[in-house]
T-cell receptor
Framework: ETGVTQSPTHLIKTRGQQVTLRCSSQ?????VSWYQQALGQGPQFIFQ???????GRGNFPPRFSGLQFPNYSSELNVNALELDDSALYLC??????????????FGPGTRLTVL | DAKTTQPPSMDCAEGRAANLPCNHS???????VYWYRQIHSQGPQYIIH???NNETNEMASLIITEDRKSSTLILPHATLRDTAVYYC?????????????FGTGTRLQVTL
């Protein structure tokens, strides 16, 4: 069973640029969630994708967008990067269903630095 | 989702039990208590969850008070590898919209 993988592991961008982060979900998982974790803070929910559609969104501006593909892999896109976007971006996959069956499995994250 | 309160840090000697408390006084009847941990620079790892009854698995035990306003995660024999930030999360069963609301957690330091 393959776990959640993310790429790249590290990324450096400058303010105003755009970035795309990628996530491959755990085998058989059709739900992907993205989180942003600033230094010293807990992860904050960005949005979730289920069957290629956005299915819940946190308090993030529209310049944070995503995609989910038929193989359940996912992308997080951030436009017009700001310094405060510097963070660890985490992807988590799960199965939909009642609690106890939709435990989220996290990837190792992508560390984004905006200069 | 209900708010949780955890101590910012705790220490535990290796081989001893680590007891991590969590307050969730506004928890609703349909909300579960989840625990995750995050070892430095890794993604969070699921530990255990429960609704009303105490739960145990190969990693830990979860003790939930009868009024459900607080809970304790117990690592029975802490090792150095258990050094991590532990997050207590309260979450309702909303089907596919299964977001997790993390606080700042408890930083557990296991020492020799």
């Amino acid at each position: 069973e393959t776990g959640v993988t993310q790429s790249p592991t590290h990324l450096i961008k400058t303010r105003g640029q755009q970035v795309t982060l990628r996530c491959s979900s755990q085998s058989g998982h059709n739900t992907v969630s993205w989180y942003q974790q600033a230094l010293g803070q807990g992860p904050q929910f960005i949005f979730q994708y289920y069957r290629e559609e956005e299915n819940g969104r946190g308090n993030f501006p529209p310049r944070f967008s995503g995609l989910q593909f038929p193989n359940y892999s996912s992308e997080l896109n951030v436009n017009a990067l700001e310094l405060d976007d510097s963070a660890l971006y985490l992807c988590a996959s799960s199965l939909p269903g009642p609690i106890g069956y939709n435990e989220q499995f996290f990837g190792p994250g992508t560390r984004l630095t905006v200069l | 989702d209900a708010k949780t309160t955890q101590p910012p840090s705790m220490d535990c000697a290796e081989g001893r039990a680590a007891n991590l408390p969590c307050n969730h006084s506004t928890i609703s009847g349909n909300e579960y208590v989840y625990w995750y941990r995050q070892i430095h620079s890794q993604g969070p790892q699921y530990i255990i969850h429960g609704l009303k009854n105490n739960e145990t698995n190969e990693m830990a035990s979860l003790i939930i008070t009868e009024d459900r306003k607080s809970s304790t995660l117990i690592l029975p024999h802490a090792t150095l590898r258990d050094t991590a930030v532990y997050y207590c999360i309260v979450r309702a069963d909303t089907g596919t919209a299964s977001k997790l609301t993390f606080g700042t957690g408890t930083r557990l330091q296991v020492t020799l």
